[in-house]
């Protein structure tokens, strides 16, 4: 298995959020300027709530990177939460409790369950880790690995498909524009679609309701055979999808056709093959989205993630307090009325992730000039044994 592995730390308004990501090869060239472009995206979107007005979440390197390029050590990246400025002592590390507890668990929320797995009193407790805030840090992770991704020729994009059941036409959608700027304030490429989404969204704030949705992200340049069908472990598809719902919120995943090949003969769900021009195999169709077998089979990967509405209600929903076991309406915490084109971008970072450690896997770690070597050395053998 691959050494790449990251992990996140902090909490929503603690003082930062930190990351370590280990295992990428030495010799990338990075920018701090392309990881805040990625983080400042997932900060936009239409619906998002008060705290992206207080936040601009810049990343500080702290480790792994000099001169511009990594080393092949860990890399630590950090994310100052502005509004911890805001809070005074309710987030010390130490000293007596100040601020009054949350009591009132919000259906939906890890609230409920993890004051009782962690034996807590203060729903906070659970809360703070448990935000979406911490998607910053895998943000920042991502676009490091979006950059390695880059540098072998593949590229990480998505698009925002459905909020609250206002759907995208997807044939009116030119593939080929994903991941261009459009103006969109919902990473949306069909403006009708959009237009309907963002008018349901002021619906549904105004309502005090909130709005979920589906977004897709597409891979593009992969190579034939990342991933494997040797274990189940070592599955492309079944670690992409586990990636996508490990975002917080996501309730299902599906790959290429999904499940649409519920609903369809053979016939019409596999992907036929052909020979292209130079005499190398290729499909038409990629109702598979890149994977078969487990493993990529060089076609553009495409995997769809419906995310649930995000569960603080400004109409709160009935609920019961930790502290008196009574009745209550559940709490109201600042929150967002819809988050689905943030998620869009934390799902293009986790499909990133996952990507550069298969990539890692079959192509070595150690140095960015080796790694290039060994895949083009295999997509030499891949053209010689067809094309000779
Ligand atoms: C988020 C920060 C949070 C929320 C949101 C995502 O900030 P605050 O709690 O200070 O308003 O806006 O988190 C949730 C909706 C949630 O349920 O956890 C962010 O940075 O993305």
Redesign the pocket.
Known sequence: MSELRFMTAGE??GPCLTAILEGLPAGLKLSEENINRDLARRQQGYGR????KI?TDKVEVVSGVRFGETLGGPITLRVVNK?HGNWGGRMAPFGEPEGEKVTAARPG?ADLTGVAKYAREDVRDI?ER????E??MRVAVGAICKEFLGALGMEVVSQVLNIGGEAVDESTVDRSKLGQANGSELNCYDQAAEERMKARIDEAKQEGDTLGGVFEVTVRGVPVGLGSHIQWDRRLDARLAGAMMSI?AIKGVEIGAGFRCADLPGSLIHDEVFLDKSGMPCRKTNRAGGLEGGMSNGEEIVIKAAMKP???LMQPLQSVDIESHKAVMACK????TC?VS?ASVVGEAMAAIVLAQAVCEKFGSDALVDVKAALAAYNQRLRKAWVG
């Open positions: 929503s308004h709530g008060g705290r992206m936040e509004d929320h809360l448990s935000s979406a805030r998607t910053t917080q995000i569960p603080t915490e600042r929150s967002d988050a943030a």
